[in-house]
């Protein structure tokens, strides 16, 4: 059984910074100890949070009875061919760091996901995406232990079932499986995607016409940087909604109100709309409530200022919610998980 800690506070295990507490923390770095954790939290009747950078999550209670934090480490090439290379890395490894060994290997597909915070393990739960890219793009395969048979599973990327910040770990199989480990597909000859967003912006003022994979990511970081708050000087999760997708039909109407919506038009039809522009536009952008609030440069992020509770965080984007809905009629889900 590994070693746990009691009364452990869990301010730096959550981006948000909230002050919460874990009964219980047990940190786990293989199969064995993920089994020997479960069996013992069964035998004591405890429901554990399975925890990994902290980034995604949001504590709504003062306390949880268990929280076991992914430690399962490690990042090796496991096989290349002329144009690809595929990459197993542990799922509590952190995604940034994973993004920038690859770069300085010269492996490319995932430099437009620089800065995402957040462990690998929730890189594919997640399907993160960002500047045009997705996950699932690169992924090839994970390996996940059930939580009850202690079966270890590998999952294709059709078993992932992805879909826009979605995969079968948040719906059927929630809570049912560990991920432990992650493989990527990543190229030796590269295809950048440098059109979407201010990518094009940001390296045509720097003079780079033929951009590498590391100038790419260099783009994407500072883009990145510029809009969202970084959690070490005020706590956030970044991206507390996801981007609402509509029908085509409504969307035309909105659009013959407010001809300046930004949107996305989808393969199937339907438009995505950025839930940061519905948000602003019912003027939440850079409110303050106390020690909680909505960033004031982007609408998107709510922010932790100081001593913020998660019950209150969680009260502010349920208000946020119902307004983008009784104004524009469309429901913003969050993308935050709320514990």
């Not at 994973?98 to 915070?117: A, F, H, K, M, R």
């Not at 969202?228 to 981007?243: T, V």
């Not at 509770?309 to 993308?335: C, N, Y």
Request: glycine share 10%.
């Amino acid at each position: 059984m590994p070693q746990f800690l009691k009364e452990a506070p869990l301010s730096k295990f959550n981006t948000f910074g909230i002050d919460a507490v874990a009964d219980f923390m047990i940190e786990v770095s293989n199969n064995q100890e993920i089994k020997e954790s479960m069996v013992w939290a069964d035998q004591e009747r405890l429901t554990p949070v399975i925890l990994g950078g902290g980034s995604n999550v949001l504590f709504t209670q003062p306390s949880y009875p268990l929280v076991i934090v992914n430690r399962l480490m490690g990042i090796e090439k496991i096989k290349e061919d002329e144009e690809y290379v595929w990459v197993r890395s542990g799922a509590g490894e952190v995604w940034h760091q994973l993004v920038l060994y690859c770069i300085t290997q010269g492996w490319g597909g995932v430099e437009n996901l620089s800065l995402i915070p957040g462990t690998v393990g929730a890189a594919p739960m997640q399907n993160i995406g960002a500047y045009g890219i997705e996950i699932k793009e690169v992924f090839e395969s994970l390996e996940a232990i059930h939580l009850t048979t202690f079966e270890v599973k590998k999952f294709s990327k059709a078993d992932c079932q992805f879909g826009y910040r979605e995969s079968v770990f948040k719906k059927d199989l929630k809570g049912k499986y560990f991920i432990t480990s992650v493989v990527l597909k990543l190229t030796k000859v590269h295809q950048l995607n440098t059109s979407y967003g201010a990518i094009g912006d940001v390296l045509s003022g720097k003079g780079i016409t033929n951009p590498t994979i590391k100038q790419v990511s260099d783009a994407v970081i500072e883009i990145r940087q510029s809009k969202l708050p970084n959690p070490a000087e005020i706590g956030n999760a970044g991206s507390f909604f996801k981007n609402p997708v509509v029908s085509n039909r409504q969307f035309k109407q909105l659009r013959a109100i407010y001809p300046e919506m930004p949107n996305y038009p989808q393969p199937d039809g339907q438009v995505k709309v950025p839930a940061g522009w519905l948000i602003e536009k019912c003027g939440w952008k850079g409110s303050r409530f106390g020690a909680i609030g909505v960033h004031e440069n982007q609408a998107l992020v709510l922010v932790n200022h100081g001593g913020g509770s998660g019950k209150d965080i969680k009260a502010l984007a349920m208000k946020i919610r119902k307004s983008v809905q009784d104004k524009f009629e469309i429901d913003i889900t969050p993308e935050v998980n709320m514990l």
